[in-house]
């Protein structure tokens, strides 16, 4: 499988202290210079209660951040709205 591609609101892999942010085989193990097939093995099913627990691993994120962004803005903006209304001198 393909690494999945990067996106704007991941941070990028650092190598250098082990920490990484995307499952790329490839890349692991071009990082510790070792010879690796360009593949991961997932545990499928298990006994109840062993670890690591089988058949857990998403492949698939799903990422809402320009909604959650979007949302946010909003609702700022009403607030901002509503601060205006009530802070403006009254007309008589």
């Known amino acids: 499988n393909p690494a999945p591609p990067a996106s704007w609101f991941q941070p990028t892999t650092q190598s ?3 920490l990484w942010h995307l499952r ?3 890349l692991f193990a ?3 210079n070792i010879d ?3 593949f991961y093995l997932d545990r499928m ?3 109840q209660g062993e670890v690591p627990a089988g058949g857990t691993t998403r492949i698939d994120f799903r990422n809402k ?3 959650y962004a979007l949302t946010w803005f909003g609702l700022a903006v009403t607030l901002f709205g509503v601060w205006l209304v009530f802070s403006l001198p009254k007309r008589e």
Do not use: I, K, N, T
Request: no cysteine.
């Open 36 to 38: 690796a097939v360009p």
């Open 30 to 32: 071009r990082s510790a």
């Open 16 to 18: 250098a202290d082990g």
């Open 65 to 67: 951040h320009m909604e």
């Open 24 to 26: 790329d085989p490839a």
């Open 45 to 47: 099913d298990g006994a």
